[in-house]
């Protein structure tokens, strides 16, 4: 029997997200990303929808390599102006019982102790339905925006983001005992001095010495996402992450990803389904075919090709406007996001090579993951086709339109993957991540943070020291 099929939606505070220029289609609600009333809308139709949850990108920079400046990006609304994602998800917790919220939030310029602190506070507040998109920065704009001349290199950055989840791993995992908090009223005693601990790191890039200054939340760590899909970004997945975003245009290079991540966490002492690998998709569907095809025709003809250039251009770190339009996109070192550039040099499923133009086209409409247009039984038949040939667990959808394009999918799309027993009809119970995996609150212990996990008879031993 096949594995069902799962959704993320794919958002950001931001107007259109990936799909530049489509803020100005009439139906787009995205404008509405300042108001708290878009986002626990939008909870509540996912939720209606049994999707897993909300992945909410972000950057601390704007796109500036294209033309070597951030004006186009500033005039098309290309991830600026952009809000925090932090601050949306009390709300949405508080108006929906089982979605589940994948918040990004970068390993580069912010210390590992207050934010440890500030997820184990969304961790209390949405009884353990948060996870943490980690991120290790690609933009340049960033880096000299919080003082550095450049980002660090690409694997350097991982360096730097494995001893920052070593510190977190200490603080959520080791820093205080289940039963430390005993609240007992005739003694007086809130929490047991003895059973909170410090941390006592020292490394290469942080001194934390001290206690985590929360209390344990349901799941402690947050469920662990990664969307890196290089070389070094597969190692640091194998040993942390608990759901993997990929993005590949093809079937064939999608499959690729799937197995090397796989391959790792097998290589890593853990189950090679231990982590969910969603790919990004945008879905255009309506009652028929035709109705589809019309759509994405409409929807094109208020994209900006300029805009999707000024991603492009960010996310592999080249400057495309320096390129003809049907010039291929030849063999090109990148200090970005490694996998896009190494998936544009790939050949299309016809076997032709990406050009510049092709690039432009297929990013105008959700970005860097490949659209599928048709009715609800043929975006069912090509999703099936997806998962059978590549070995992936579901889907991160992206939008062309917001909330329209998620509305589609649940009004077309997942009647019909139900009726083929494809697709969940209802959550399971619990955390985030017992939704997903179905092993309990906890990390496993197989993970890389659970032997950073202090217990019982850790205590006593060093009592013995």
Sequence with gaps: MPRQIRFNAFDMNCVAHQSSGMWRHPDDQSWRYKDLDYWTELAQLLERGTFDGIFIADVLGTYDVYAGSNEAAIRHGAQVPVND???LVSAMAHVTEHLGFGITAGTAYEHPYPFARRMSTLDHLTKGRVGWNVVTG????AARNMGNDDQFDHDDRYDHA????EVLYKLWEGSWEDDAVIRDRESGVFTDPSKVHNIEHEGTHFSVPGIHLSEPSTQRTPVIYQAGASPRGIQFAAGNAEAIFVASPTKAGLKV??????????AAGRDRYSARIYTLLTII?????????AKYAEYLSYASEEGALVFMSGWMGIDLSRYDLDEPIGNVQSNAIQSTVANFQQANDDGSQWKVRDIARLGAIGGLGPFIIGSGEEIADELQQWMAETDADGFNLAYAITPGTFEDVIEHVIPVLRERDLYPGEYAEGTLRNKLHGRGDRLPPEHA?????RTAQTAESRLRV
């Design 85 to 87: 994602p932090l601050l």
């Design 138 to 141: 690609y933009l340049p704009s």
């Design 162 to 165: 494995d001893e920052y989840l």
């Design 257 to 266: 990803t799937v197995s090397r991540i796989r391959d790792a966490l097998e």
């Design 285 to 293: 569907t309506d009652e028929t075919s035709e109705k589809a095809h």
């Design 449 to 453: 943070g659970a032997r950073f996990r």
